[in-house]
């Protein structure tokens, strides 16, 4: 599985952005796929996924309301829609995909222990 991040970039306090997640490889129809980012000096964090399996999506709890991961399964394609961004979003954000089975209940919880496969990742800066 090859994952490819695009859309990232500088934006104000209270802009927008969206990141694409192009999967190619032929993926699994029960995978996984998740945004993961890390800012300088911190460590990595999961920040949203979602089940091709069933569409049932995670959300870290400080991106709830603003972040929202989608999928369009005809062209392998993930999104991370970031409204009200903040200056604590700014990191860099990698693209991961994971595949069953997980150590709880079917899901792979933001863990990024559980994925196998990573992007590149794509730079998000956010300026006050």
């Known amino acids: 599985v090859y994952l490819l991040e695009s859309g990232g970039g500088l934006v104000q306090a209270g802009g927008s952005l969206r990141l694409s997640c192009s999967v190619s490889g032929a993926p699994r129809e029960d995978v996984t796929i998740g945004w993961f980012r890390q800012a300088p000096g911190r460590e990595r964090e999961g920040v949203s996924e979602?089940?091709?399996?069933?569409?049932?999506?995670f959300y870290l709890d400080s991106v709830k309301g603003r972040f929202t991961i989608s999928s369009d399964n005809t062209q392998n394609m993930v999104f991370l829609q970031m409204d009200s961004l903040k200056p604590e979003d700014t990191a860099v954000y990698y693209c991961a995909a994971a595949h069953p089975p997980y150590a709880r209940d079917g899901y792979a919880h933001l863990d990024e222990f559980e994925y196998s496969y990573w992007g590149q990742g794509t730079q998000v800066t956010v300026s006050t």
């Open positions: 979602v089940s091709r399996r069933d569409g049932k999506t």
